[in-house]
Each structure stands twice: as C-alpha cells, then as structure tokens.
C-alpha cells in the first residue's frame, strides 16, 4: 500500500466538479483580481473567525508581514516568536524589519513559553509578539493580552495552522490586533497554489493592510507609502470557498483519524500520542507524535511499508542560517532543540480511507523501536 503525506490530487478526484465550477465562473467573467470572490472569501473567513475584517492576500506570510508593517513596527523593533514553526513565522518579522527574539517551547504541546512571553512583555523587551498555533491547537494568550494591551505591545496570532481550533469555544484572534490565516496546499483549507489572509479587530488596521497589499494605493491612482503586491487571485478565492464549505466535514473526518493514531499509540509506550491541552479543540492539522527512542528508525519503517512521514520541524528556528546574525534569545532553549530529535508527523487527510488508516495503525505496532 502507498500512503504518501499528502493526497491533493484525492481531493481534487472527490470534488473535481465544485473546484471546475469555480475556476468556470471566475475565467468566464474575467475578473481574475479583487472580484466578488474575494470580497466572498473575507465576509466568510471573517464570519468563521468572528473577525469583524479580514483582508486577503498572496500568502499566509505575506500576512505576517503585512499586520507587523500595518500594526507599526519600527526598524529594529523587537519580536516574540517559538522557536518551533514554519519558518515564515519568524522570517516575517525580518521582512517587516525587525528582529526575532526567539522563545524556549514547553514540552507538552509544543508552543512558546508562555511564563517567557509575559516576561518579555513586562520587561519591555518586545514591541510585538507572534503567538503561533501550532499543528492545529491554539496557545493561551490571555494573560499576554491584558499586559500587552497596558504597554502598546503588539499581539498577531499566526493561525495559519488554526483554521477551525478553539480555545474555550473561541476561535484565534478575538482579543489580538492582527490574526494571519494561510491557505497554504498543505492547510485544511488550502488553495490550489498559494493564499492567505488578515484578520483584523479596528478598521483603520484593516484599511491600511488593503493599501499595503496593493503598492499603498489609497484610491484616485495615489500611492501614500510604499506596499506590496499582494493580492489573491479571484480564482484561488473561488476554490477556497468552494472548500470552506467542507471544513466541518473534514475536520471531523480529521478527529477520527486522529482518534484511531491516538489509540494505537496509547499501547505503546516508547511513542508519545500529541497531547489536547484542556480547553482545546484540536484540528490535526498536523498529526505530530514524540518518538520517545528511534525517530528516524520509525520514518524508515514506515517508508518501507510505503507510508509517507515528515518532521514539523528539524530544526529550531534559532538555528537556520537566515536568523545568523539577526536574533535575539530569549532562555537556553534546550526544550525546543530536543523536540526537533523528536517529533513525527503521520498523513493525516480526510480521503484517507479506513483501511489506510487500518494499514498505518497496524504499521505503527510492527514497529519494534
Ligand atoms: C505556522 C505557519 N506560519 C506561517 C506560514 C506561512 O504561510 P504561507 O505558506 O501561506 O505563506 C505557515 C505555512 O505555510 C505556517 O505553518
């Protein structure tokens, strides 16, 4: 059996005809930039995340990038950020230009200390922070934003892996300045190439990133300060919510198939099952275990029964070569370096089948560690 990572092309066979039908009405109008589609897509990820306005964009990090410059960041401004994400949560603030102070992970679900982050915030020492939502739960963030909100610190969440998780009933965003989605292929609800999306609470923010994502275009053909473009495509909006109208239907599919990972490796004991922290619900963006003795062995393994793993992630933020020279510390960040030795991640898709998730349960327990 073959079970690869990711199956888009699963995806696309399931639903070939919603997906055609979007990329038709948008080629047949022609309005290939800033149509009705994309004006759709924000009234609906705005509805879904209770925002009351969410800006569209090229990317999820173009996100970052954008609610940093629109939220005011000065050159050289400092930025919280994990040590352990994607790489764009912190090469944002760089492109924004400021400097990452990277922050130590706690070692039960993986996101940045949140005793550090309040430090930092008290101290004076960030002018922002960007609180990432890893592998699809989110971080708790009330005791930052009170602090933050008494000292002008800005708060982004990054919920690029977010999309549908709640903390207490509530989704990303509702107490920060700025919150940044990605439609990313690899997120629950992704494009078919590129997107992204910021979320924002005050309507002079959210004005000033839709000059931003256009060369700073304040209307009448005047460009009032330097911007990107940045703009989603019409067709990647049609496609995405012709998705979002499956989100629950996958989301659940996605607890199950957790579910039955979970249960599988709650026999055994040399692997760590992710943990929900209370208070969560849990979307598995990512399903990323701890491999207690023998990660690269069980990625071999599995590869040779034909099932595709991957690492989220291999290296702790602090040390990649584009952050030399241009970070700051925020502890001795032994958690997160001994998380990256680690940490496996199993596909996790709604088409996956019963018996592929049968397959890579029954591949889990042949493994001997
Ligand atoms: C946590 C996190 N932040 C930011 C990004 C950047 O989003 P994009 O790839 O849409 O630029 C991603 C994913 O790609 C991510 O996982």
Not at 110 to 125: I, N, P
Not at 154 to 166: M, R
Request: include cysteine; charged fraction near 20%; charge should be neutral.
């Amino acid at each position: 059996m073959q079970i690869p990572f990711m199956r888009l092309d699963r995806q696309f066979a399931n639903h070939r005809q919603e997906f055609m039908d979007a990329v038709e009405t948008v080629f047949t109008h022609g309005k290939v930039l800033q149509a009705q589609e994309v004006a759709d897509l924000e009234a609906l990820v705005g509805d879904f995340f209770a925002m009351p306005h969410a800006v569209a964009v090229g990317s999820g990090t173009d996100a970052l990038i954008l609610a940093m410059k629109a939220l005011g960041l000065k050159p050289g401004g400092r930025v919280a950020v994990t040590s352990l994400s994607f790489v764009a949560s912190a090469s944002a603030i760089v492109h924004a230009g400021g400097v990452p102070v990277f922050v130590d992970i706690e070692d039960d679900y993986f996101m940045a200390r949140e005793d550090v982050l309040l430090d930092l915030v008290q101290s004076g020492k960030v002018d922002g922070v960007v609180a990432v939502h890893l592998y699809g739960q989110m971080t708790e963030l009330s005791e930052i934003h009170a602090e933050a909100k008494k000292r002008g610190v800005f708060v982004i969440e990054d919920a690029a892996q977010a999309l549908g998780a709640t903390r207490h009933g509530i989704a990303p965003g509702a107490h920060s300045d700025c919150t940044c989605v990605s439609f990313d292929p690899t997120k629950v609800i992704g494009a078919q190439g590129s997107g992204g999306l910021a979320l924002a609470r005050e309507h002079h923010i959210a004005e000033h990133l839709r000059r931003l994502r256009y060369h700073g275009h304040a209307g009448q053909r005047v460009y009032t300060e330097i911007g990107h473009n940045s703009q989603l495509p019409t067709v990647q909006a049609a496609i995405i919510n012709a998705k979002l109208k499956h989100e629950e239907e996958w989301r659940l599919r996605r607890l199950a198939i957790a579910g039955a990972f979970t249960e599988t490796l709650q026999r055994m004991p040399h692997i760590r099952p992710p943990k929900v922290r209370q208070g969560n619900t849990h979307i598995y963006h990512k399903y990323a275990m701890t491999v207690k003795q023998g990660r690269d062995a069980l990625a071999l393994h599995l590869k040779n029964r034909g099932i595709g793993s991957s690492v989220h992630y291999s290296m702790p933020l602090h040390e990649q070569p584009c952050f030399a020279g241009n970070h700051e510390l925020a502890g001795d960040m032994s958690v997160v370096k001994k998380a990256t030795q680690h940490l496996l991640s199993l596909p996790i898709y709604p088409e996956l089948t019963d018996s592929e998730v049968n397959y890579i349960c029954e591949s889990l327990k042949a493994f001997q560690g």
